[in-house]
C-alpha cells in the first residue's frame, strides 16, 4: 500500500514540484524571518557585549522607566538627566577604581559637504559624543583623536558611505545650530565601522559639553576596576558613596538592558513578517487542498482498484496523507534552503525602504528549522485532509466504469449552509474583534479574517459558474479560443472556485491596506484643514528632532508674525508608555485650532496638563484631576488637568506647556515648528524668507499645507508599498496554483486537445484558450478579493474611526488596475501550462488513454 | 450506384509511402512502401490485421502524422511540404475527420462540436447545408444537448455530421463503430454511405470489422505495411475469405 502510494508520487515529478512550490515559498519566508532576525539579534548581542566589555561599572543618573527605542527625546539619547560634574570626583575616590571616564553626549547630525544633505535621520539615531581616550573598544583608525573646539572624529561606516576625510571640513548640526569642524580622525568599534548604522560625531570631551549644553554636568561615568575587584563588589561600593538620583550599574546590566530593549523591538519586526509568511502559508494551503482534489479526482480509478483489490479506507486515506506528508516535508527542506537566500533578499528589501541591518553571517537555529518543517508539513497536511476523505469515499466498482466526467454540481445544497455559517462566523469573530473592546483584539481579527476566507472559498463554487458566464461573455466573440476558455473555466466550479480563492486571499488583503491608506490619507487632510491654521510647517524628512535654534531664526523674521514649536517626549502614566506634546500656550492658537472643549489652554502656562477629551473618557479623568505622571528624567511628577481638547491628530492626547517640557527633558529639540506670516506678506516671500534663514539646517523641509499634506501621503505610500510587496508573496502562490491547476486540467484534457488539433485548431489558438481560462479564474478571483477586501477595509475603517481614521475613502483606480493586474497575471501563470497543451503531440493525444 | 458522376478522379494519394518508428535495432517498419490512390466520390476502406499500418496510413494521410520518407497528396497538394502550422489549416479547411471514441468536446452542445471546425476557421456556416446535414443524420431535436447527454451512438453521429458540415474534400475515419453496438453501427455507416452517394462526398475508412467494411466501394487490404490486395463491391462473406486467407 505505502509502495504505491509512494510509486504514484514519484511517477509525477513535475506535479510534486508545482504542488511542493507553494509550500516551499511559504515556509521559506517563515524561515527567512527567523534566521534574519536570529541573525540581527546576534548581531546586536555582539556590539552591545562589546561596547560592555569597555568597562566595568557604569555611573549615571537614575532613570524612573526605561525607554526602549530612541530615547526619550526622539534624539538618541537616554532621557536620562546629566549629573553634576562633582560625582567623578566622589568615584574617584571609591577604593578600588582604577580609572573613571566621564562622557556626555546629545544629538549631532553631520552633513555630506558633497551634496549639502543631512545623514541620517531616517532609522538609525545621528549620536554626538564626547572622545573617550581610555576606550578600547572605539579606536581610531585613521588620524588622531579630536582636542579641541572645531575639531570631529567621525566613525568609520559613515565616513565610508559618504567618502568623508581626514583634514576635511564638514558642518555638524547640534541643538545650538549648525557648526563646522575639521575631521581630525575615523573611528571604528573593532573590526565594526559603526554601530548598526547609526552615525557617530566624537569631540572633546570640553567641546562636546557645550555643544551639548552639560557644562559642569556629565552624562555617564564609565569606571574601570582595579586588579582583583570584581565589577559587582565595585559596583556596590561606588552605589554607596552617590548623592540621590545618581546609579552605579554594572556594564554587562547595560548591554542586557540595550539587548533586551532591543529585542523587544525586533519582537515586532519578527511578528509583522511571520504574519506574511502565515498568510503565504495560508494561501499555500488552498494550493494544497486544490491540487490533492484534482489528482485524487483524476486518480479515481486506480483508488478504486486499490479498493477492489482488497485496500480499506483507511488505507486509501492513509496513502493520500502519506503523499501529503511526503510533499510537505520535502517542500519544507526546500523551503528552510529558500528562506536563507530569502533572509538575505528581505534584508535588501528593507534596505531599500531605508531600514538598514548591520551585516553579519547569516544564523539558522535548529529551532528555525525545526518550526518551519513542522508548519510546512502541517499546512500541506491539513490542506491535504479533506481530499484524502473524499478519496476514501471511491467506490470499488468505479474501477470498472468508464472514465467519466468530474461530477460538478453535487452537494450545493450542504455547500451554501457550510459556507455561509462559516462566513458568519467568520465575520463575527472579525467584527467582535474590531468592536468588543477585547483585550485580544489583533487575534481575534486574524482568525475572523481566516475563517470569512474560509467560509466565501467554500461558498466560491456556487458562484463560480454564473460569475464565468458573465466573465467571459466578451471572449465569446474572440472565437472558439475565448468560448473554449470560458467552457473550460465553467466545466469544474469547484475547482475553478478553489484555484481563484487561493488569489482572492492576496488580492482582499492587497484591496484591504489599499482602502486603509486611502483613508488614512483623507483622514489626515481633512484633520489639517480643520486645524491647522498656520502658513507653513518647518519639519525634517522624517520627524527627527532639531535644534531650537530654528525656532528663534524664524522669529526674528520681520515677515513672521507667530511661531509655534512643538516638542515631544514618552512618559508613562497607569503603566502605559505615552508620548506629550510641549506647545507655546501664547502662539499655538494662532498656527492651530485645539478644538477645547473644558479650560483653557492659558492654562498650560501655570504648569497644568491638557489631555484630550478622548484620552480623557477611556480613562475617567476629569477637568482639575491631579495626575501623577512619571518621566524618564525626573520621575513622577504631580499634573493639574487644565483643559480637556478635541484636536488629537496634530497635538495628540497629552499637551503641556514648552515651559513644564524643559523642566521635566533634560534635552530640549523641537520635532516641527509652525509659523504664521504678518499681514501684507506672500506666501511666496514668506516661504522665501523662511528658507533662507535655516538654510544651513538641510535636513528640514520648509512646506505650506498642500506640501506638508503630500509628505504625509508620502509616508503613508511608502508603508503601503511595503506591505504590498510583502502581500505580494502570496499573490504569487496563488499564481502558481492558477499554472498547477491549469497543468493538471490539461493533463486531463489531452484527448480533447489532440482533437481539437486534428480538427484543425492551431497552436496559437490552443494557447489562447488556455490564457482565457486562466484570465477568467484570476480575475474571479481578483473580484471575489476584492469584495471581501472592500468589507474588512469598510469595517476596520469603522472601527478606528474614532482613532484618526474618520473618513472612509476608496481607492477605485487602485482597486481596478489591481483587478486587471491579477487578470494580466493569469496570462502569466497561463504561460507554461498554454506551452505544453500547444506541444502536445497530436497522434499521442488521440491515442490517450 | 449514386447520382453523383464517379468519374472525379483522385482525391487522396500516397506515393512510396514509408513510415518508420524507433532507429536502429528497435526500429518498426509501419509502412513500407505504400502506393495507393483513393478515388473522389467514393467510400474505401482500408482493412487489415492488427499492426498492418492501416491507422499509420490513415495518419500520415491526414496530415497527422509525417513519413518517414514518400510523399502523400491531398487533391494536389504535396502534404511532406508543408509546415505544422500549413498542416493544422489543411486539416481544417479541406479534412473531416471521424475516430473510434472521444469524437467531442465535452463542454460543447451538439450543435457547438458540428460547427466547431467551421468556428475554428471563423467561417460562416452554411445554414441549408447544415440543416440537411443534420436532418440525415437525424439530430434535430439533440442539438442543444451535451454530449454526456447523448448516447454513443448519437456521439458517433454527431461526429460525422461534424465531419461533413464543412464541405470537406476527404473525410477520414478512424474505427468509427469500433465502440457502438451493431444497430447504432449500421446507422452510422447508412449515413456515411448516403453523404457518399448523395453529396459526392469522398471517404477513407480504417476498419478491421468486415460487416462495416462491405457498406465501402472498395477495400484496400494492408498487412506488414505494405498494399497486398483490393477488392471492388464487397460484400461481408467475400471480405471474411479474404482475411481469412491473408491471415493463413
Known amino acids: 500500500m505505502w509502495r504505491a502510494a509512494l510509486k504514484g508520487l514519484f511517477a509525477k515529478k513535475l506535479r510534486l514540484l508545482l504542488t511542493a512550490a507553494s509550500i516551499v515559498l511559504g515556509v521559506g519566508f517563515v524561515a527567512g524571518t527567523y534566521v534574519l532576525t536570529d541573525t540581527m539579534a546576534r548581531a546586536f548581542d555582539q556590539l552591545f557585549a562589546t561596547v560592555a566589555s569597555d568597562t566595568d561599572v557604569v555611573v549615571r543618573a537614575a532613570s524612573a522607566f526605561e525607554v526602549t527605542g530612541q530615547g526619550a527625546g526622539g534624539d538618541g539619547t537616554s532621557g536620562r538627566r546629566p549629573i553634576p560634574a562633582s560625582v567623578l570626583e566622589t568615584v574617584r575616590a571609591v577604593q578600588g577604581v582604577a580609572e573613571a571616564r566621564p562622557s556626555v553626549q546629545g544629538y549631532a547630525q553631520l552633513v555630506d559637504p558633497r551634496t549639502g544633505e543631512a545623514i541620517g535621520g531616517f532609522g538609525p539615531p545621528t549620536i554626538g559624543l564626547s572622545w573617550d581616550p581610555g576606550s578600547t573598544v572605539l579606536t581610531l583608525r585613521e588620524g588622531r583623536a579630536p582636542q579641541g573646539p572645531g575639531e570631529v572624529v567621525v566613525d568609520a561606516g559613515t565616513a565610508r558611505a559618504h567618502d568623508l576625510r581626514v583634514g576635511q571640513e564638514v558642518r555638524v548640526i547640534t541643538t545650538g545650530g549648525p557648526q563646522r569642524f575639521e575631521i581630525v580622525g575615523i573611528a571604528g568599534f573593532g573590526e565594526t565601522d559603526n554601530l548598526a548604522g547609526a552615525t557617530l560625531a566624537l569631540f572633546e570631551l570640553r567641546t562636546a559639553q557645550e555643544l551639548f549644553d552639560r557644562v559642569g554636568r556629565y552624562d555617564e561615568i564609565a569606571v574601570d576596576a582595579a586588579e582583583g575587584v570584581s565589577a559587582s563588589e565595585l559596583r556596590a561600593r561606588i552605589q554607596a558613596r552617590l548623592p540621590e538620583g545618581v546609579e552605579a550599574v554594572t556594564s554587562t546590566t547595560v548591554a542586557a538592558e540595550n539587548a533586551d530593549a532591543f529585542k523587544e523591538a525586533l519582537g515586532f519586526f519578527r511578528t509583522a513578517l511571520l504574519v506574511f509568511a502565515g498568510i503565504s502559508l495560508f494561501v499555500g494551503s488552498f494550493i494544497i487542498f486544490n491540487t490533492f482534489s484534482i489528482i485524487t479526482a483524476q486518480r479515481t480509478r486506480e483508488l478504486a482498484l486499490l479498493r477492489a483489490l482488497g485496500a480499506t479506507r483507511r488505507q486509501v486515506t492513509a496513502s493520500v496523507l502519506l503523499e501529503a506528508v511526503v510533499v510537505g516535508l520535502a517542500a519544507s527542506v526546500v523551503g528552510v534552503a529558500a528562506g536563507v537566500g530569502i533572509a538575505a533578499g528581505l534584508r535588501a528589501l528593507l534596505g531599500a525602504f531605508g531600514v538598514d541591518l548591520p551585516g553579519t553571517a547569516l544564523r539558522v537555529l535548529p529551532r528555525t528549522v525545526l518550526v518551519s518543517v513542522a508548519v510546512g508539513s502541517a499546512v500541506t497536511l491539513m490542506g491535504s485532509l479533506l481530499p484524502a476523505r473524499r478519496a476514501a469515499r471511491v467506490a470499488p466498482v468505479e474501477a470498472l466504469r468508464d472514465r467519466s466526467e468530474q461530477p460538478t454540481g453535487g452537494g450545493m445544497r450542504r455547500r451554501l449552509l457550510a459556507g455561509t455559517a462559516l462566513t458568519a462566523v467568520g465575520l463575527a469573530v472579525l467584527l467582535f474583534g474590531l468592536f468588543g473592546g477585547s483585550g485580544s483584539a489583533a487575534e481575534l481579527v486574524g482568525a475572523g479574517a481566516a475563517l470569512t476566507f474560509l467560509g466565501v472559498a467554500a461558498l466560491s463554487p456556487i458562484v463560480a459558474r454564473p460569475a464565468a458566464l458573465v466573465l467571459g461573455r466578451p471572449l465569446r466573440a474572440l472565437g472558439v479560443p475565448g468560448r473554449l476558455g470560458q467552457e473550460n473555466a465553467m466545466r469544474n466550479p469547484r475547482r475553478t472556485a478553489a484555484t481563484a480563492a487561493a488569489l482572492m486571499v492576496g488580492l482582499a488583503l492587497v484591496s484591504m491596506v489599499s482602502i486603509l491608506s486611502a483613508s488614512l490619507k483623507a483622514s489626515f487632510t481633512a484633520a489639517l484643514e480643520e486645524t491647522l491654521r498656520a502658513d507653513l510647517t518647518v519639519t525634517t524628512s522624517s520627524f527627527q528632532p532639531f535644534s531650537p535654534e530654528v525656532a528663534e531664526r524664524i522669529r526674528a523674521l520681520p515677515e513672521v508674525a507667530a511661531v509655534a514649536e512643538f516638542r515631544q517626549g514618552l512618559f508613562r502614566f497607569r503603566g502605559e508608555a505615552l508620548l506629550v506634546t510641549a506647545v507655546d500656550p501664547s502662539t499655538i492658537e494662532r498656527v492651530a485650532a485645539l478644538d477645547l472643549r473644558e479650560g483653557s489652554v492659558a492654562s498650560l502656562a501655570q504648569g497644568r496638563v491638557l489631555v484630550s477629551a478622548d484620552a480623557a473618557r477611556e480613562r475617567g479623568i476629569s477637568l482639575g484631576d491631579r495626575l501623577t505622571l512619571t518621566f524618564p528624567g525626573t520621575g513622577p511628577e504631580p499634573l493639574v488637568v487644565g483643559g480637556l481638547h478635541g484636536e488629537d491628530r496634530l497635538v495628540g492626547d497629552w499637551v503641556v506647556s514648552l515651559a513644564t517640557y524643559e523642566r521635566l527633558y533634560p534635552e530640549q529639540l523641537d520635532t516641527f515648528v509652525l509659523l504664521k506670516g504678518a499681514e501684507g506678506v506672500s506666501p511666496r516671500a514668506l516661504q522665501a524668507a523662511v528658507e533662507r534663514a535655516v538654510a544651513d539646517f538641510p535636513s528640514l523641509d520648509v512646506q505650506d499645507q498642500a506640501a506638508f499634506r503630500e509628505k504625509q501621503a508620502g509616508f503613508v505610500d511608502q508603508l503601503l508599498n511595503l506591505v504590498t510587496v510583502l502581500l505580494l508573496l502570496a499573490v504569487v502562490i496563488a499564481l502558481v496554483g492558477i499554472a498547477n491547476t491549469l497543468g493538471l486540467s490539461i493533463l486531463e484534457r489531452t484527448r480533447e486537445i489532440g482533437l481539437l488539433r486534428a480538427i484543425g485548431m492551431t497552436r496559437r489558438q490552443l494557447r489562447s484558450a488556455v490564457r482565457w481560462e486562466a484570465v477568467i479564474i484570476a480575475v474571479f478571483g481578483a473580484l471575489l478579493g476584492l469584495v471581501v477586501g472592500l468589507g474588512f477595509g469598510v469595517a476596520l475603517q469603522r472601527a478606528l474611526a474614532g482613532e484618526g481614521l474618520g473618513e472612509l475613502a476608496i481607492p477605485a483606480g487602485r482597486l481596478v488596475v489591481s483587478v486587471v493586474l491579477a487578470g494580466l497575471a493569469g496570462v502569466v501563470a497561463a504561460v507554461g501550462p498554454a506551452r505544453r497543451a500547444a506541444r502536445l503531440d497530436v497522434l499521442r493525444a488521440i491515442a490517450h488513454e | ?248
Open chain 2, 1 to 248: 450506384m449514386g447520382a453523383v458522376d464517379a468519374s472525379g478522379g483522385v482525391a487522396a494519394r500516397a506515393e512510396e509511402l514509408t513510415k518508420v518508428y524507433g532507429e536502429g535495432h528497435a526500429a518498426v517498419r509501419a509502412l513500407d512502401g505504400v502506393t495507393v490512390a483513393f478515388e473522389r466520390a467514393r467510400f474505401t476502406a482500408i482493412m487489415g490485421p492488427s499492426g498492418s499500418g492501416k491507422s499509420t496510413l490513415l495518419h500520415c494521410l491526414a496530415g497527422l502524422d509525417t513519413p518517414t520518407s514518400g510523399r502523400v497528396f491531398l487533391g494536389d497538394v504535396d502534404l511532406t511540404e508543408l509546415s505544422e502550422r500549413q498542416l493544422t489549416l489543411l486539416r481544417r479547411e479541406k479534412v473531416g475527420f471521424v475516430f473510434q471514441a472521444f469524437n467531442l468536446i465535452p463542454t460543447l452542445s451538439a450543435a457547438e462540436n458540428i460547427t466547431l471546425p467551421l468556428d475554428i476557421a471563423g467561417r460562416r456556416v452554411d445554414r441549408a447545408w447544415f440543416d440537411a446535414v443534420v436532418d440525415t443524420v437525424g439530430l434535430r431535436d439533440r442539438l442543444s444537448h451535451r454530449p454526456a447527454e447523448l448516447s454513443g451512438g448519437e456521439q458517433q453521429r454527431v461526429a460525422g455530421a461534424r465531419a461533413l458540415v464543412a464541405r470537406p474534400e476527404i473525410v477520414y475515419a478512424d474505427e468509427p463503430t469500433g465502440n457502438l453496438d451493431s444497430r447504432s453501427g449500421a446507422e452510422l455507416l447508412a449515413f456515411l454511405r448516403s453523404a457518399v452517394d448523395e453529396h459526392g462526398q469522398t471517404i477513407v475508412m480504417v476498419t478491421h470489422d468486415p460487416v462495416a467494411a462491405s457498406h465501402a466501394d472498395r477495400i484496400v487490404f494492408l498487412a506488414d505495411g505494405r498494399v497486398v490486395d483490393e477488392m471492388r463491391e464487397p460484400t461481408t462473406e467475400r471480405v471474411l475469405d479474404r482475411l481469412k486467407a491473408l491471415e493463413a
